[in-house]
Each structure stands twice: as C-alpha cells, then as structure tokens.
C-alpha cells in the first residue's frame, strides 16, 4: 500500500499537468504537427512515470531453497535444530517463543516493549491461505499464561500444544519466507523513520553493502546476517525497544558501523557487539541480561567471514 500511494503520488499529479497543458495548447492554436509532436511526447512521458515504481521500489527476491538454507542456519542459532525448542517459553521471559525464529508470542492482556512477531508469522500465512487450526489465527493469543503452564500442557499431551506443535513442524518453510520477506521489508520500514536525506542515505548503503556483490549480485552470507539480525533483535524502529533511549535493532547497528573498516562483515559484527553491549548495560538489573552476553556474541561471531579479495 505504502509503494502504490507513493506511485500514484508521483502518476496522477504528471497525468494531470500533461492534460493541463494539452488543453492549454489547443486553446492556445498550435499547429496540428506540433501538438501531435507534444502528444508523443507526453506518452513518452507517461511510459516512462508508468514504468518507473517498478524499479525503484522493486525488492530483491530469493529463492524457497535459498530462504530454506538461511532459515536452518537461523534456527541453529535459535534451537539448535532440536524440535524441543519448537514451542517453548525461555527462563526470565513473560512470553512464549515459537517456531524456528522464536517469534514472540504474547498472553492475553499481555504488554512488552519487544515487537510481538508470530501473529504477523501467522498472517503472513493466512494471505496465502495456509491450513492452521481451527482455534488458532493471526488475533489468537497465547494459551498459556506462564512458562510452568506451558511446560504442564507439554507433559500432559495437551491437544491443544500436540496440535500447534505440528503446525509449527509443518509449516518451517512457511516460516523461512516471512523471515526473508522481513528482512527485505526491513529497509524502507527504516528509512520511512529517518527524518534527513544524509541519514537516510546512510542506512540504505550500508544495508546494501551486506546484501549485494560488488556486480549488484545478493550475496547469500549477507542476506543471512539481515535475515537472522532481523529476527534476532528487530528492527530497531520500535520507541518501545530502547533501554535509557537507545536501541539495538538492526538500525542502530547500519547507523553505528564503522565505516573506515574495510571487512564489511566485521564492521557489522563488531556494530551489533556493541549494541547489544549497550542494550546490557541500559537494561533493567532484574531482567540479568549479562547471563546473555556471551551467547549473543558467538551468535554475532557467525557473521564474520573472509572474503577473497
């Protein structure tokens, strides 16, 4: 919707003054030869303003094996690839953790300041018309209210666990999409919260720098930092996300890169490490996010790799 008002932001306005003109001309009394002259030229035009949303807000695509291969990766880092981990709800948490991307699931009058991701999972799926079931859609809460309720539900067999467990199993290819669509959706949904041209411009290129080959080609270890960034710690576009005002979203760490480093790879490591660094000193002494530290760094050490020069 945003890319369609912004084309016909640009479309109607140039159709209208064209016209405009056209009538000006006839009023005017220019002769046939030049008014059929201004006609080729204004559909010249028009052709040109028709085309040219298609390539300035056309996103890059990947493959379902592509998305598949980062999304085993992503979950490695989130499951460790054990099914166990599937449905579950972390130590020190007041949400649920579902599926390959731990996507946050939230309880019933539930409020955090962290983005609530598996409804937008489950519509995302929905717009394809994926089977879910019948008690389970994009407005769904979670179930349970705590992680001992969950947990009981799993020892028990509950049906209602049993049922969205398989889904979860299912529906992993389902799941790697949304997560590569996010990240792609990632960019403009950043820029669309930056105020200036420099800023802006900023953003874009170091976010282009990790996604694209020098010949303009997606380099797939790039496009997995993003996807997984992404997935690991949003955005960064949220108000709510921030300890003491500052953020740890995939926007603070494009923003914090050095630019002087050449590897762009570490430079985007190193940025997220001291992000999250401040993320842990900013936070809340009861959430004890220190026991994290180590973890997040071996996850962000994934995302260093040598290129050949």
């Known amino acids: 919707m945003q890319i369609m008002n912004r084309y016909f932001g640009v479309w109607i306005p140039a159709f209208a003054g064209m016209t405009r003109f056209v009538v000006l001309a006839l009023d005017?009394?220019?002769?046939?030869?030049?008014?059929?002259?201004?006609?080729?030229?204004?559909?010249?035009?028009?052709?040109?303003?028709?085309?040219?949303?298609?390539?300035?807000?056309?996103?890059?695509?990947?493959?379902?094996?592509?998305?598949?291969?980062?999304?085993?990766?992503?979950?490695?880092?989130?499951?460790?690839?054990?099914?166990?981990?599937?449905?579950?709800?972390?130590?020190?948490?007041?949400?649920?953790?579902?599926?390959?991307?731990?996507?946050?699931?939230?309880?019933?009058?539930?409020?955090?300041?962290?983005?609530?991701?598996?409804?937008?999972?489950?519509?995302?799926?929905?717009?394809?018309?994926?089977?879910?079931?019948?008690?389970?859609?994009?407005?769904?809460?979670?179930?349970?209210?705590?992680?001992?309720?969950?947990?009981?539900?799993?020892?028990?067999?509950?049906?209602?666990?049993?049922?969205?467990?398989?889904?979860?199993?299912?529906?992993?290819?389902?799941?790697?999409?949304?997560?590569?669509?996010?990240?792609?959706?990632?960019l403009p949904l950043m820029l669309s919260t930056l105020n200036d041209y420099k800023s802006k411009n900023i953003v874009k290129t170091r976010y282009n720098k990790i996604l694209y080959n020098k010949d303009g080609t997606i380099n797939e270890h790039g496009l997995y930092i993003l996807i997984d960034y992404v997935n690991f710690k949003g955005e960064g576009t949220l108000e709510s996300e921030r300890y003491n005002g500052q953020g740890w979203g995939l926007l603070q760490v494009l923003q914090n890169m050095d630019y002087k480093e050449k590897d762009r790879f570490k430079a985007f490591s190193d940025s997220a490490k001291a992000m999250l660094s401040h993320r842990i000193e900013n936070s809340p002494k009861a959430r004890g996010e220190e026991r994290w530290r180590i973890g997040w760094n071996k996850r962000l050490d994934t995302y260093l790799l040598k290129e050949q020069e």
Request: charged share 20%; net charge positive; glycine share 4%.
């Open 28 to 186: 005017a009394g220019i002769q046939r030869n030049s008014l059929r002259s201004h006609f080729h030229s204004f559909w010249k035009i028009a052709c040109i303003l028709f085309l040219l949303p298609f390539f300035l807000f056309a996103q890059p695509s990947i493959t379902k094996e592509q998305a598949n291969y980062i999304a085993s990766k992503v979950w490695q880092n989130e499951g460790a690839w054990q099914d166990k981990y599937l449905v579950h709800w972390n130590d020190g948490e007041d949400f649920a953790s579902l599926g390959i991307g731990h996507f946050i699931w939230f309880p019933k009058g539930h409020t955090e300041k962290f983005r609530e991701v598996f409804p937008m999972v489950l519509k995302s799926m929905e717009d394809k018309n994926v089977s879910m079931p019948k008690w389970l859609d994009s407005k769904t809460p979670c179930p349970w209210n705590n992680k001992a309720q969950l947990f009981e539900a799993k020892a028990k067999n509950d049906k209602q666990y049993i049922e969205l467990f398989l889904f979860i199993k299912q529906t992993m290819p389902e799941q790697a999409m949304f997560m590569s669509q996010r990240a792609f959706d990632a």
